[in-house]
């Protein structure tokens, strides 16, 4: 059985305000919160590569070693002076690049080659792990530097009334919507969420905590 996910039923123009929205949530009706683990999309729309070359300073690309096009494009790198440094061993090709506003014009990259700002300040780093946390302060400048880029954050609460904590808590979607059991992506959208863990979810406890908190929420979706 999954938590149930209520959207709270507020427009936000942008990131930062929804992110000031959640943390106002968990600051007003949340016991205790974990630290925010934050999931950030791949990029996959020339926006989203226009302005991740133009904002941050590396990526990482990834793919096939045989890819059709892959010697191409690093040859453009090396032609352009682009700085790389390639991961070996490793089973497939992975590379950290220098990132330049000049290199907006090599979109579309080759097909199958994937490129990630995951292991890029403020969003990870090199050695970063993919359920490692972040600090609340590089959230704030993720959620400033987002743009166009798709980043779901997620908080652990303890709802302050409730008698169980499992799975509460608050989920940020910046360019994406939760729909049920995961987050899709959805440009220009910005939303939270308040998810209920599974033991405590459509118990009279629960809806007697949902109509005292006075937020103006959605019907539940699945949630994680």
Avoid at 81 to 88: C, I, Q, S, T, Y
Avoid at 140 to 161: E, F, H, K, T
Wanted: proline fraction near 9%; glycine fraction near 8%.
């Amino acid at each position: 059985m999954s938590s149930a996910l209520h959207r709270v039923r507020e427009p936000f123009p942008d990131a930062p305000s929804a992110l000031a929205r959640a943390r106002a949530i968990m600051r007003d009706f949340a016991d205790r919160s974990g630290l925010p683990w934050a999931q950030l999309g791949e990029v996959t729309t020339r926006e989203q590569y226009e302005h991740a070359v133009r904002t941050f300073s590396t990526g990482r690309v990834g793919g096939e070693r045989d890819l059709p096009g892959l010697d191409a494009y690093l040859g453009e790198l090396a032609f352009r002076g682009v700085a790389l440094d390639r991961m070996e061993p490793h089973p497939v090709f992975v590379a950290d690049i220098e990132l330049r506003p000049d290199l907006a014009d090599l979109w579309p990259l080759p097909e199958g080659l994937s490129f990630f700002l995951n292991s890029t300040p403020p969003f990870g780093t090199a050695d970063s792990e993919p359920e490692d946390d972040s600090a609340e302060e590089d959230v704030s400048r993720m959620a400033s530097l987002i743009g166009p880029l798709v980043l779901d954050v997620r908080w652990d609460c303890a709802w302050r009334g409730l008698s169980e904590s499992k799975d509460c808590g608050v989920l940020l979607c910046m360019n994406s919507v939760w729909v049920p059991q995961h987050v899709e992506p959805f440009p220009g959208e910005f939303g939270v969420w308040i998810s209920l863990g599974p033991r405590v979810a459509g118990s009279p406890e629960a809806e007697g905590w949902l109509r005292d908190c006075g937020l103006v929420l959605d019907e539940p979706q699945d949630g994680w």
